[in-house]
């Protein structure tokens, strides 16, 4: 992750320009970071307490096409093999679903509702094309980064990671 490709402020330029660059990634150190991004404590505390669900009860999904059954567990067995996700006990979960992506490729998607609708958002505005470009006039290192699976590569508390638990439709719990 942290081999990036260097590049030139004008060959930046360019590829912001032209939306060549998927994401763009300024490294700065922790504490320069002005991020107020935290969680409710009431979630945190729910962590804590035991299901209030049956434990032979899966989750409630929507119904989905068998396809998409089979595209979601080939895929979490996958990132399981690749060690990016393991089964879970949580008493948390949210559920999952396929969406066809223009390629005509599937993504799936976490419908994750109820944390989001708990969480404090960052403070901090997503910066425009042309802030970013006039902050980077005197950087001598530039770079671009492309994330696949980006989500399942962020780094978290290990009393969070229950929090982000997901179940398939087939009635498999990870985190």
Not at 36 to 65: C, G, Q
Not at 88 to 100: A, D, L, Q
Not at 145 to 155: A, C, H, R, S, T
Request: net charge neutral.
């Amino acid at each position: 992750m942290l081999d990036l490709n260097e590049m030139s402020l004008d060959k930046f330029g360019k590829a912001l320009q032209a939306s060549e660059l998927a994401e763009v990634v300024v490294i700065r150190p922790e504490e320069e970071l002005n991020s107020s991004s935290l969680l409710d404590e009431a979630v945190l505390d729910d962590a804590k307490k035991r299901s209030m669900h049956v434990a032979d009860r899966r989750i409630r999904h929507w119904p989905l096409p068998r396809q998409q059954y089979d595209v979601i567990d080939a895929s979490f067995r996958a990132k399981h093999e690749a060690g990016l996700v393991r089964e879970s006990k949580s008493p948390h979960s949210t559920t999952t679903f396929c969406v066809r992506k223009p390629n005509g490729k599937r993504r799936i998607v976490h419908a994750f509702n109820t944390f989001n609708a708990a969480a404090i958002p960052a403070q901090t505005p997503i910066p425009r094309k042309d802030v970013l470009q006039n902050n980077m006039v005197d950087c001598t290192l530039y770079s671009a980064l492309d994330l696949v699976d980006g989500y399942y590569q962020l780094l978290m508390r290990a009393s969070d990671i229950p929090l982000t638990a997901v179940s398939t439709p087939s009635g498999m719990l990870w985190e």
